[in-house]
């Protein structure tokens, strides 16, 4: 099965409202490319579900997030994410604010078509007091320990970005961490990836061990050719973080003229332009 | 050299003061966030806990113990893979101890890493809850703050990240039973929680530090220890460590001036 698509075809398939995954994990290997087409298609009322980066500081401040379910928000080497603290701190946004174990959970629960999982972790902090929805599950064995039911976090769509992958779906990550990239991908009714290189299936084992093939073809439906896709988030072993853009991009989160400037000149532009406009 | 040795920088007492947290720790993941912490970690690697384990700061557990910044003293070498799901898995087990700032701690060890104010509309939008609440219930926690004042230490946090001992206890000996607070460094002196109600104590002040200075900028009523000690000084050999080994670019100084 040839599963090779568009960023076009990907985000014609998504709705406002719609509840989205996002891998990676800070500012690192963001499926940007296919964050950057959402904000071109100006879909709205999304729920956002991420182990939070530019990815969330960019859909906040274009206006296409209603709820945000996360631990964390941050671009790495700029602690705070300005885009997404802005939007916060406006009280724009619908949170789900998790510890980050739980929401790995959450997803796995989604994984495993589990109701909810259970865990330690929340109980006594305020993650339980900001979410009265989530509920507490009573261990049925002689311990009788009291838990969290975390509950499964079903996604609509996931976005992840690869190094590598084939036509058929199967993706490779050749940097120092998968994050959790698997697990919204099994949590989702339809997963898209995007990857720095499309290779013919032989050449996946040429380039990394088999323990970098851990996104297998039934994960995906759908499969973008995005070189340079994550930018400007880290993609190792292909590129690292364009720290300058970054600054720059979070320096427009305080001046309303600053980010018009930015959104016409990098965002409201075709992908193709985009990275030639980031070259320059 | 000597004379400039036996004067140690105010971050260099506090990275020792850093490493006496990890005493005793053993063959665990070592996860301390911040300069002063990472050199602490470091320095009780190379001297009284070789056993403790440490990562590049991404996913290896190094074998060597690297520099903060600055060019490697060879080849790096790695002992094992740590991806986050893994870090993940290890925490609850309980084979950890990490350092965690905080922007905001209470008497009872209660941090906040998430937001100033109301949470619906912050004020001030910090980090987010991260692993805190997680880590506060699975293994052992401490705490570095390097700007110590009534704004960090407050009567009461505006959103419970890290779990306290007050909150710890509501949750019964069964459910808390990994719960372990065991230090607060700050820039003015080391803290423990060993109080009939588990609320914070004053355990030693740096070189050049009043137990009044402390009082002063505390946001709440500290318990003092009967014999308040002078924190430990560096000894010559932790201090070469320090400045040539660890920490040659000087990364603790900077979040610490002297």
Redesign the interface.
Known sequence: MDKRTTAQEVVAELRDGMTIGIGG?GSRRKPMSLVREILRAGLRDLTLVSY?GPDVGLLCAAGAVRKLV?????LDSI??EPH??RA????QLE?M??????L?WGLYAAAQRLPFLP?????????LQ?NPELRLVQSPYA?G??LVAMPALELDVALVHMNRADARGNGQFLG?????DDLFCQAARRRFMSCERMVETPELLAGGSLHTLRIHRSMVDGVVEAPRGAHFTECPPDYGRDEAFQRRYAATAQDPAAWAAFRARYLDVSEADYQKAVAE | MSADLARAARAEVCAVALAECFRGDGERLASPFGAVPSVGARLARLTFEPDLMLTDGIASLRADTAPLSGPARGEPVVEGWLPFRSVFDLLWSGRRHVVMAASQLDRFGNQNLSCIGPHAKPSVQLLGMRGAPGNTLHHRTSYWVPDHSRKVFVPRVDVVCGVGNDRARELGPRTARFHDLHRVVSNLGVFDFATPDGSLRLLSVHPGVRVQDVVERTGFELAIAGDVAETRAPTPAELELIREVIDPEGLARREVPD
């Open positions: 994990w939070g996360y631990g964390f928000v941050s602690p705070l997404f603290r916060r701190q406006a009280g949170v604010e998790l510890d980050e174990g739980m790995q865990t330690r972790s929340g109980l006594g902090s305020d993650v900001l311990d320990e009291q120092p961490d998968l994050y959790f």
